[in-house]
């Protein structure tokens, strides 16, 4: 018999992933996920908004140096989210052992990666801003803001696989209010160093570090569990086949496709930099804006790949592409709706990242909404279709496929179309408008095409 076992509340939602109303389902368990993904978005935003209080420098290097981090996140987010996807597989099939081994050796193996950045990256951190490319004044600017990100990085690690834990278990509302709580301390925080005291860049790295700090003590208090299959535990963690195998499986695809995405946007904003250091920036900032819808769709993406496992788990072989349909009407309905919102705002929300100390600076703000009308035209419904696939394909546990997606995402519709574009015409920096319009689109097109090949072999399969 197996020692590990569910909570009541576990095994509720256990019932109501795998029998109820898909609609409800999806809802229930997207919209939480949803709201912390905008609020995560937005409170990205709020740090662009504080560190144009600064300078407009500020914020290019900001939005420059976030793509970086993001090639390392996405190593440690990589692990979790398939790692997760295998432990929801589990708790569908019942199987509560390998929960609590999986749920435990994800830990380790963050834990584990959190100590080779602090070894291996952290005191090499200029010489790799160098490596990429990244602007001198930039670098200027920003080395010890990414210094003090790097640290916030390695605590993000474990807190990833702390939220990916609760999601598979369908703690959607605790993750949301935990979010809260983070982002309210965050924002105060950055809020006090940089109105109050004046701080500069760094002082809003050391609010990130300290907010994810408060997730970590709220992770360490959830995950102490005697028993609970998704407790953590010491003695559950072992480097076994049966146990490792899977998760990598379905892991490393995500890893290297989010490193890839995440190597190509800072190629990106290293080839935008031919058109001056703002516009770095505007790109930035034009990304974190069209994220305020994407970011919704993404929550329900997540959402909706743990429900898919869930049910897969289960045998339930109709849910999964029940849960697939549902998703990819709400996400477009998301999509619309995001964009008509955005774009009857664009002036005054362009304005809120063009003003400084200096006053406002129109040439820059100009340069954000020319920016930003091509990428939300592209984005808001494409992005959706795309996140909508993307539940499904890891749900599904076809991660291969969705590395092909994001990597031809970058590496044929977004590098090489902006380089024809530098080299061939004699457009300014509404070409990286232009390639965000390209690259989403196209990617929406491609991630229905694969998903309509996906769910006919399925339907075949399950016959």
Known sequence: MSQAKLSKKDEKFREFA?????????????????????????????????????????????????????????????LATGGSLKISQAYGAGDYEMVKKRVSILFGICAGLGIAVIVGIIPFSRQLLYLVKTPESLIEIGNQYFIVELFALVITFLNNVYIAVERARGNSKRILYLNLLV???????????????????????????????????????NMNQRGNAFGFSLRSIRFRKPVLEPMFQVSFPIMVERCAFALGKVIVNSMSGIYGALTVGALGISNNMSGLTTSSQNGFQEGAAAIISQNLGAGKKKRVLEAFWKVLVINMVVGAAGLSLTMVFIGQLSAIFATSQ??????????????????????????????????LLFGMGYTKITLLINFLRIFLFRIPVLWGLQHFTALGSEAVGIVMLVSNTATGIMALAAALVCVRKMKIAFK
């Open 18 to 78: 795998l029998n109820g109303n898909m609609w409800k389902v999806l809802l229930v368990t997207g919209t939480p996920l949803a709201l912390y993904q905008t609020l995560g978005m937005l409170f990205k935003i709020l740090d662009s908004m504080m560190a144009s209080h600064i300078s407009a420098e500020s914020v290019s290097a900001v939005a420059y140096l976030f793509q970086i981090l993001q090639i390392l996140s996405s190593v440690g987010g990589g």
């Open 358 to 391: 200096g006053g406002m600076d129109q040439e820059f703000q100009d340069m954000i909404i020319a920016i930003y009308r091509y990428e939300a035209w592209g984005g808001a419904i494409p992005l959706g279709i795309n996140a909508a696939v993307m539940a």
């Open 183 to 221: 982002t309210g301390v965050k924002l105060g925080l950055t809020a006090l160093f940089v109105y109050v005291l004046n701080g500069d860049i760094v002082t809003i790295g050391v609010a990130t570090l300290i907010s994810q700090g408060v997730m970590l003590a709220a992770g360490v208090v």
